[in-house]
C-alpha cells in the first residue's frame, strides 16, 4: 500500500508549510499522527475497493450507481414473477390432477339422467 502525505493548510503557500511545520512539537506530531493514520489507513482500503476504472468517479456516485443497479434488478425480478405466478397456478393445478389428491368429486347427475330418459 503507498502511503499518501495529507498537508492541511490553507493556502498552498510554502510559508504556511513552514509556520505549521514549526507549531507543532515532535510529541503532538505523534499524537495527531496516531489519531489520523488509521483514518487515512481506512480511507486508502476503500479507495482501493470503489477505484475500478473510472478514477474520477467518487464515492457517492459508485454507491449511487449501485443502488441503482439494485434497484433496476429488483424490479425485474418482480416482473418476471408477476408473469410466472398464472404459469405456477397451472403447474400446481396440474400436480394435483396428476397425484390423484383424492379430491376427485364424482360426476354430478341430474334428474334427467337419473330416471333413464
Known amino acids: 500500500m503507498k502511503a499518501r502525505r495529507l498537508i492541511l493548510d490553507d493556502d498552498g503557500s510554502a510559508k504556511s508549510r513552514r509556520t505549521?511545520?514549526?507549531?507543532?512539537?515532535?510529541?503532538?506530531?505523534?499524537?495527531?499522527e496516531k489519531a489520523v493514520l488509521p483514518l487515512l489507513q481506512y480511507l486508502n482500503r476503500k479507495w482501493e475497493k470503489y477505484a475500478e476504472g473510472n478514477l474520477s468517479e467518487s464515492y457517492?456516485?459508485?454507491?449511487?450507481?449501485?443502488?441503482?443497479?439494485?434497484?433496476?434488478?429488483?424490479?425485474?425480478?418482480?416482473?418476471?414473477?408477476?408473469?410466472?405466478?398464472?404459469t405456477e397456478a397451472k403447474y400446481q393445478a396440474l400436480q394435483?390432477?396428476?397425484r390423484g389428491d383424492g379430491r376427485r368429486s364424482k360426476p354430478v347427475m341430474t334428474d334427467k339422467y337419473q330416471n333413464g330418459a
Open 20 to 32: 505549521v511545520r514549526k507549531d507543532y512539537s515532535s510529541q503532538e506530531a505523534r499524537s495527531v
Open 60 to 86: 457517492v456516485e459508485i454507491v449511487r450507481n449501485r443502488t441503482r443497479v439494485k434497484r433496476e434488478v429488483a424490479l425485474e425480478v418482480a416482473a418476471k414473477e408477476r408473469r410466472s405466478q398464472p
Open 96 to 98: 394435483r390432477k396428476l
